[in-house]
């Protein structure tokens, strides 16, 4: 069965640091997604991306995020310069149409020092 | 606001009991979804509902949308070792929409 699968499973950074975290979402699908979960809270929305711009993102996802799809299969997510709340896991998700559902990937945990 | 409040927080429960949990918004979701997420993964899809009313099962899983449209739960008859996890309620406000808003997951831990 195709799956979203996500690259690192643990990142470690230090504080101001860039980081750029891997999803390749499945292989038919058109919408993109990145959620965090901190540790212990609910998954949190970040932004949504279709055809190639970003259709909503969220409070949380300000001027040191940034997403994008470099090629036909990769979707990444880099934040800037790392902040300690940063640290959750990330995780993306695809869906196939606008009317699907969202598939997760098993998230990267990212660790800010 | 577009809060999801999920009840109960965790659960403790024998291996065979049934569970019940139930998620509410203070405004109309149109779609909703139940997750389950185990430790060091992503959440796994277990059932949608798009209609209000619908009653919706996938195996010993059964979940309605309620008639409100601001109330969901979830059902698990007969539980076993392997239900063990966190259970999400997720949500569209619009059909169609990007955005998913979660529930604050409930916990639930079986007892052998």
């Known amino acids: 069965e195709p799956e979203v699968t996500q690259t690192p499973s643990h990142q470690v950074t230090q504080m101001g640091q860039e980081v750029i975290l891997h999803c390749v979402p499945i292989?038919?699908?058109?919408?993109f997604y990145w959620y965090r979960q901190i540790l212990g809270q609910k998954v949190e929305f970040l932004v949504s991306?279709?055809?190639?711009?970003?259709?909503?993102k969220s409070e949380i996802f300000d001027d040191q995020f940034s997403v994008e799809r470099p090629d036909g299969s990769n979707f990444t997510l880099k934040i800037r310069s790392t902040k300690l709340e940063d640290s959750a896991m990330y995780f993306c998700?695809?869906?196939?149409?606008?009317?699907?559902?969202?598939?997760f990937g098993p998230g990267t945990r990212l660790t800010v020092l | 606001g577009q809060q999801l409040n999920q009840s109960p927080q965790s659960m403790f429960i024998q291996e065979g009991e049934d569970v019940s949990m139930n998620c509410t918004s203070s405004?109309?979701?149109?779609?909703w979804l139940w997750y389950k997420q185990d430790p060091g993964e992503g959440p796994v899809l277990l059932i949608a509902?798009?209609?209000?009313?619908e009653l919706t099962s996938n195996g010993r899983l059964t979940a309605q949308f309620g008639i409100t449209r601001k109330d969901s739960f979830l059902n698990i008859s007969a539980s076993i070792p392997s239900d063990v996890g966190i259970y999400f309620c997720a949500g569209h406000k619009i059909q169609g929409a990007q955005k998913l808003v979660f529930g604050q997951g409930t916990r639930l831990t079986i007892n052998p």
């Open positions: 509902l798009y209609k209000a009313g």
């Open positions: 292989s038919n699908h058109l919408y």
């Open positions: 991306f279709y055809n190639n711009e970003i259709s909503e």
């Open positions: 405004s109309i979701f149109n779609t």
């Open positions: 998700a695809s869906r196939e149409g606008a009317y699907n559902e969202q598939f």
